[in-house]
């Protein structure tokens, strides 16, 4: 345990050094966030009986989402750990006393928490003073906002563990960029980043609700504002837990596979 | 004449390159293609719920989301050079190109040209006719001409994008991510009519850099919304925006000190 530890505080300190490059996403995600906004703002005022959540929820969401990004971006994938994969350097890490798959989660969950510490606090500052319904609302209530940080935390184990698990087919197919490209695309659409789930017909929705890829952002994000009845709070973060501990044994057995049957490509 | 022979020539080299890798151009290919497949199916579920977004039926935004990917994907195939400048800045690759007795726009254009991005054009292809069909538009002449005019001029407004984006990397060096937001987000966002997104927004998309002029207006004018003949010479009105750009790329030349890498 203690090994990983230590590689997640390596990452976590190099992670805290990109400050230009977080600066510069911080922009663009603002950016982002505020055409988003009058985006919805303009099919609210079109037909607001057809939204399925208040303004002020959405707005919300839209928030979270740039701001806790480096959570749930999926396309924000390791590049290091696919180059090591195609040029062999994968071996030296074989050879280690550590199980590969734990230290990749150690060093994926710490690169993504340090872009979110740096990028998060000055969004959702900004977002609180934006007017409402446009900016960002306070939670609907104490327990809301528990559990909406527990939420979070599972939401990013479960987008973790799925990356981890397209980091170790990538040994099985050597060359990830279509792998990566397609899983991604697939990702963005059914967690809701492409638009907030709710806003999907209801028939379809019901299916995408018990996906892995609901339990991403989805769950979180509409626990804040409330946007989902405590019924379904319970079953929501029950599916959470699922899916992460299935991802999380799909991986550790694909990864047992993997190792015992590499090719380690010269370099 | 010259130059478009050498051009071609680069762009064939380009080509014959990335052909020795094609299982991985056709998996990059289709990557590109489901990634904004993704952004027609959020306007596609998001009409299944709304009949229209202030005024604008589905069949309209397609027509408007098909043709600003159609311009972007134009301007990227082509101008996809710029987009990677910095690295050669950086590099100092640039040093080389300065040296040879061409054009460096031409060197540079010539350096990248994204056959991947096939997939893209391939899709805003489609988009396109899809769009086209889809729209209960009753064309004339006028209204052809106006669509052309929109592509010419869009694919110019998002190439001098491209340029000020490598320009700027003369002084920092490295590429600005927030100039995304005026790229990919032009993108993104010009799928719904710019009207939508409120009054200031769009006299800054009028007069600041001219999106609205070869989206908006002209479309205005397509869907019967507007009669003037005005609105269909706009886009090409919009073609002023290559001048700052050169300008400020031919400075950022003069200004260039190699990074002595």
């Given amino acids: 345990m203690k090994k990983y530890l230590s590689f997640f505080q390596l990452r976590f300190a190099m992670g805290l050094q990109y400050r230009t490059a977080a600066l510069a996403g911080i922009i663009t ?4 966030g505020g055409m988003q906004v009058m985006m919805y703002r303009a099919f609210y005022h079109t037909d607001a009986a057809a939204f399925p959540m208040t303004l002020s ?15 749930f971006a999926v396309w924000m994938m390791e590049n290091e750990i696919f180059d090591s994969i195609v040029n062999g350097n994968i071996a030296y890490e074989l050879c280690r006393p550590v199980s590969i798959y734990n230290m990749w989660a150690a060093r994926s969950i710490a690169s993504r928490l340090a872009r979110a510490v740096l990028r998060c606090f000055p969004i959702l500052i900004v977002a609180a003073f934006i007017p409402q319904p446009y900016g960002i609302g306070t939670p609907a209530s104490l327990l809301h906002f528990l559990l909406f ?14 990356c981890l698990l397209i980091y170790v087919l990538a040994f099985f197919t050597i060359s990830p960029q279509g792998l990566r490209m397609v899983f991604t695309s697939c990702v963005e659409f059914f967690s809701g980043a492409v638009i907030p789930l709710p806003f999907f017909p209801d028939k379809i929705r019901s299916i995408m609700d ?30 959470q837990v699922f899916w992460l501990v299935v991802l999380t044994a799909a991986g550790k057995l694909l990864c047992r596979l993997a190792e ?3 090719i380690v490509q010269g370099g | 004449m010259k130059t478009i022979r050498l051009y071609l020539h680069y762009i064939s080299i380009n080509i014959r390159c ?39 039926t589905y069949s309209e935004v397609l027509l408007c989301f098909s043709v600003v990917l159609l311009e972007f994907a134009l301007a990227e195939m082509v101008a996809r050079g710029f987009d990677t400048f910095s690295g050669m800045v950086r590099s100092g690759e640039f040093d080389r190109i300065l040296v040879r007795p061409q054009n460096e726009i031409l060197q540079v254009l010539g350096s990248k040209f994204e056959l991947t991005r096939i997939g893209r054009i391939l899709q805003a292809v489609v988009m396109f006719t899809y769009g086209i069909v889809k729209s209960n538009v009753v064309w004339s002449l006028s209204k052809i001409c106006t669509l052309l005019f929109m592509l010419i001029g869009g694919t110019v407004v998002f190439t001098a994008l491209f340029f000020i984006y490598a320009a700027l990397c003369f002084f920092t060096l490295e590429g600005l991510e927030f100039m995304n937001v005026f790229t990919d987000g032009a993108r993104e966002f010009g799928k719904y009519p710019l009207g939508i997104y409120g009054k200031k927004m769009l006299l800054f998309m009028t007069f600041v850099i001219p999106y609205a002029l070869i989206q908006y207006y002209p479309l205005l004018y397509i869907l019967d919304r507007r009669t003037s003949i005005f609105y269909m010479l706009l886009p090409l009105a919009a073609c002023w925006f290559f001048v700052p750009a050169l300008l400020l790329w031919k400075f950022g030349v003069r200004c260039y000190q190699s990074s002595g890498s």
């Fill in chain 1, 149 to 162: 940080v527990l939420s979070l935390i599972l939401g990013l184990a479960v987008t973790v563990t799925f």
């Fill in chain 1, 260 to 262: 015992k049957r590499i």
């Fill in chain 1, 57 to 71: 929820a959405t707005a919300s969401y839209i928030w979270l989402q740039q701001a806790f990004l480096a959570f």
């Fill in chain 1, 210 to 239: 018990l996906l892995p890829f609901a339990s991403m952002q989805n769950t979180a994000l509409r626990i804040y504002s409330a946007s989902i009845g405590t019924d379904e709070i319970r079953r929501a973060i029950g599916l």
């Fill in chain 2, 18 to 56: 990335m052909m020795q890798y094609k299982t991985s151009f056709l998996l990059s290919a289709i990557g590109q293609f489901l990634v904004s497949f993704n952004v027609f199916l959020g306007i596609f579920f998001m009409f299944q719920r709304f009949s229209n977004v202030e005024g604008f």
């Fill in chain 1, 29 to 32: 995600q603002f950016a982002w």
